[in-house]
């Protein structure tokens, strides 16, 4: 909700992300760990990607599907990361309005990207298990690129939605996020209009983009019954494993981002909200070998 004791109207030209803190010995402790985490995200899903283009034998549905989901994870950490690494190596906390609503926007199609190539990663890793002798004609090149393509378009309206309501508030004299990154809620808190409508907008939204893919992705455990009927020991433990890591990693992205996102701000302290951000946005991995494939 807007503060309500606000005498001052403005519009924000810039704005201060404060980060994690002032502590100095805490900076460098975030700046090597963020340092290390980039690199190692970097190099491999570029790695990733290299194999799926370079070795024929993986032109298969599901590293298709795991290419683009490091493509993905590429964009993802470079929206993110280089921006946090500069200012917490040169202390230049400052960042534009538009290099704020650039992030976001890139930021909230890159993660309803992302939920809805792992629910078509669950798709097929069910039709694998659950429906192999038509596996081959349900899953062709042809869908493989329509529902790729579907996951890569899926997030661009909402976030215009979104980016549109947030150019409209106003905001008190305070231009100091709290956060590491520009996102909603913190902002939120500063502004000066009725912002139920905006709100609503991204709870809505949110719930789409997140819960419709969740629900279907959770669908799929029915592949449980499946696996519990191969009579090699060997292919059931090797196909639970597979299934269970995948959702291990759809339940904690979702479960993170429903907390952060969807639950009301007030909830939650500030700090509290910046380890879930920090979680879900830097630390998951999503594209490991051993959570997709």
């Known amino acids: 909700m807007a503060n309500a004791d606000c005498r001052n109207q403005m519009s924000m030209e810039k704005f201060v992300l404060l980060r994690f803190g002032n502590l100095p010995e805490l900076q460098i402790l975030l700046c090597l760990l963020f340092l290390a985490i980039y690199m190692v995200t970097m190099a491999g899903n570029i790695l990733i990607v290299v194999l799926d283009v370079a070795d024929q034998h993986l032109r298969t549905a599901m590293y298709f599907f795991l290419g683009n989901l490091s493509c993905l994870e590429i964009c993802y950490t470079s929206t993110i990361l280089p921006r946090v690494l500069a ?19 890139c930021f909230g199609i890159l993660a309803a990207t ?7 990663m ?20 042809s869908v ?8 890569w378009t899926s997030g661009s309206l909402g976030s215009i939605i979104v980016i549109i ?8 004299d305070s231009n100091e996020i709290d956060h590491f990154l520009y996102d909603s809620s913190p902002t939120i808190k500063l502004s000066f209009s009725d912002t139920q409508l905006l709100e609503l907008t991204i709870f809505t ?45 759809v339940t904690t ?24 951000s920090v979680f879900y946005s830097v630390l998951l991995p999503r594209s490991t070998p051993s959570s997709t494939v």
């Open 122 to 141: 669950s798709y097929d890793r069910y039709l694998t298990i659950c429906n192999p002798l038509r596996y081959a004609t349900l899953m062709n090149s």
């Open 114 to 120: 992302e939920y809805h190539l792992l629910a078509v």
């Open 165 to 172: 309501l947030m150019t409209k508030i106003k905001f008190c």
């Open 205 to 249: 939204l949110s719930s789409i983009r997140s819960l419709v893919p969740f629900l279907f992705t959770l669908a799929s455990v029915c592949i449980f019954n499946t696996i519990l009927r191969i009579p090699s020991t060997t292919r059931r433990q090797k196909a639970f494993s597979t299934c269970s890591s995948h959702i291990v990693t």
């Open 144 to 151: 493989c690129f329509q529902l790729v393509g579907c996951s």
């Open 253 to 276: 992205l979702y479960g993170t981002l429903i907390i952060g996102y969807m639950v009301p701000t007030a909830h939650h302290s500030k700090d509290l909200h910046k380890v879930f």
């Open 87 to 105: 200012s917490l190596l040169t202390g230049d906390r400052i960042i534009s309005v538009s290099g704020c609503m650039t992030q976001f926007y």
